[in-house]
């Protein structure tokens, strides 16, 4: 039996990773998710099912692990360009057979993060927002650096969560784990990113051009 991999899309959780930017391979001791936004490896005992998942050729269509592991989101799509039935046939000739019983399926327990933890991520994001609108008189129309101070907060929030066990105990619920939202965290990191290079450049052309 030999590995098959494939390339595709992905939604992990409640983000989506479009065609080119997953691949998914399978063995018979494995079966691996990988993906711009993490990776995700299950042995034949933490899978209960591979279902077909979706309707739409190209646009939604895929298949769904149902998986035992409760470190991992809930939702974890594969998508596919071809029939998904095929692609599960595949992965049955590679050798990966599911052995999971279907009582040990992870159902969607809620949001993991605290909501204290929500809601003080918002009050100093929103703050940060705020320093940009202290500039001096005349300098109302201008964007002023202090705007990509919450870009910044955003990008090094998903980072530190991602590496700190303390920071994951106080910002997650009981019983949630960090590989559920990694995800999400790194999405919002790629986003801030992108959105502080686009305005630091912005802003620096903009001095550029300030009469001296």
Known sequence: MEEISVIGGARIGIVNATWPFAKLSASPGRLRLASVLDSYDFEPQDVVALERYGSIPIFYNGIRVVHARPDYPTK??????????????????????????????????????????????????????LLNGARPHGAENQPGMFILAPLLFAFLTGWAIKRSPTLQTMVLNDGRYVNEVKGFLTSIQVISALLFVVFAILLFAGVLRTPI
Do not use: Y
């Open 76 to 129: 974890i799509i594969f998508w596919c360009f071809g029939s998904p039935d095929e692609l599960i046939n595949r992965i049955r000739e590679a050798g990966f057979l599911p052995t999971a019983p279907s009582s040990s399926e992870i159902r969607w327990r809620g949001i993991p993060f605290r909501w204290a933890s929500i809601f003080i991520f918002i009050l100093v994001w929103n703050g940060l927002f």
